[in-house]
């Protein structure tokens, strides 16, 4: 059993992935959490899901476009409405593409992870910032993902120089907030096995079958980093804090054990 902490979550892109696992490891901490989608019909599942397990007194969801900028005020001010407060927003709502050489990849894609990784970010952040200042409290952490902190990989440099965008922006929103109430914090949950990293390797099955060993190895289920990253979330009172899932040397032991630790992160 968790200790109950009387605290409101929003969480963007909560539906599905991470972001659904983030939310249920709030609410078994007893915090307040609203989910958020694309659409009424996933918000809609999503609630149903959570309200099977925990409380529905705790759960209340809304569908948002995060490249609305009207939306997610209107996500602010609906949880806010709903839960009297909003102490921790969490900006996760973010868009893969298929990985493949940087020019081979549409204007539509790039125009299409822009909106969404970087200005739903801004857009998102703008909002929760302006009610956190007003109401004279609360912490915003915006996911970060590969290329946040240096690294290349063929085939991810549109994705990587959203997330690298983001690494900056927290960075600036740490220094910006600093003597205020406010808290800013970068979340990095290192290789979470989502849709989102599958549709990189849509139509190219060939390639995500040489991935797997790989992956098998560096990377870990949405269910398993949730927690970790909600009690280091709770815990956190450092502005400009990065919450990782994973560190250096327990990386190096995942591949030292490997040979001797088989895992298939890609079945249930």
């Known amino acids: 059993m968790y200790p109950i902490v009387n605290k409101s979550v929003v969480i963007t892109g909560s539906t599905r992935g991470i ?7 709030f609410l078994e901490r ?6 958020s989608g694309r659409t009424q019909a996933a918000v809609d599942e999503a609630l149903a899901k959570l309200g099977s397990i925990y409380s529905r007194e705790l759960t209340f969801g809304l569908p948002c476009d995060v490249t609305d900028f009207a939306q997610l005020q209107d996500l602010w001010e609906s949880a806010k409405s709903h839960f009297d407060r909003i102490d921790i927003w969490i900006n996760n709502a973010g868009l893969a593409v298929p ?8 204007t539509e894609q790039y125009r299409a992870l822009v909106q969404t990784n970087i ?4 857009y998102g952040s703008k909002v929760a910032l302006r009610g956190m200042l007003a109401q004279g409290f609360g912490a915003l952490y915006n996911m970060e993902g590969y290329g946040a902190r240096g690294g290349n990989m063929r085939g991810m440099t ?4 959203t997330k690298a965008a983001i690494h900056f922006m927290n960075r600036s929103l740490a220094v910006e907030t600093a003597g205020t109430p406010l808290i800013i914090g970068a979340i990095a949950p290192g290789m ?3 849709d ?5 390797f849509d139509g190219r099955l060939e390639e995500l079958e040489k991935a797997r060993p790989i992956l098998n190895i560096i990377a870990e289920r949405a269910e398993t980093v949730a927690p970790v990253l909600v009690d ?13 899932y994973t560190s250096p040397v327990k990386m190096m032991g995942k591949f030292l054990t490997a040979p001797f630790k088989k895992r298939d992160l890609f079945t249930t």
């Open 19 to 25: 972001g659904y696992s983030l939310a249920e490891a």
């Open 30 to 35: 007893g915090c307040a959490v609203a989910v």
């Open 99 to 106: 990985m493949t050489n940087f020019w081979e990849l549409s």
């Open 119 to 122: 200005l739903g970010v801004m």
């Open 158 to 161: 549109v994705y990587g120089s």
């Open 192 to 194: 979470v096995i989502t």
């Open 196 to 200: 989102l990293v599958t549709r990189q």
């Open 232 to 244: 280091k979330i709770l815990k956190n009172q450092k502005n400009g804090a990065s919450i990782r």
